[in-house]
């Protein structure tokens, strides 16, 4: 059976588009401080994880390693961003914006793949029967 693979740039890249405009501001420094937030790599890194995690895993060297490794992770990633870069995200023209959108999440999926490895490993598995997380209706 073949393994199952995951658009984990794509996955990222839609992130971009559910992410608060209140968080890209922060990243770009063009928030009302008009400085980098440090705690908006910190929300996005979580918003991320939480939407990669509901059909895959991530391990390290053959073990498993937990959401908080990961998010820090990217956190660490996405505060590299130079600003120039996250500038373009929040700017009028969809064009630019986008393009700057695909392009930093092709960089974030590389370097998740370049760190982790990536496993067929859903956080919640709702069983085989189809009958969600609260399990049969009696």
Not at 65 to 89: K, N, S
Request: aromatic residues 6%.
């Amino acid at each position: 059976m073949a393994k199952p693979e995951y658009d984990i740039e794509g996955a990222i890249f839609i992130r971009f588009a559910m992410v608060g405009r209140p968080v890209l501001n922060g990243l770009a420094a063009k928030g009302q401080r008009r400085r980098r937030d440090p705690q908006c790599p910190t929300l996005f890194a979580r918003d991320i994880v939480k939407a990669l995690r509901s059909q895959i895993g991530f391990r390290r060297r053959g073990e498993a390693v937990d959401d908080a490794t990961v998010q820090e992770f990217l956190r660490a990633a996405i505060w590299a961003i130079p600003i120039e870069d996250c500038a373009v995200l929040v700017g009028i023209d969809a064009t630019p914006r986008d393009a700057a959108k695909r392009d930093i999440a092709k960089r974030l999926a590389e370097q998740l793949k370049a760190e982790f490895e990536i496993v067929h490993d859903p956080a919640f598995h709702h069983g085989d029967s189809g009958t969600g997380p609260l399990g049969p209706r009696r």
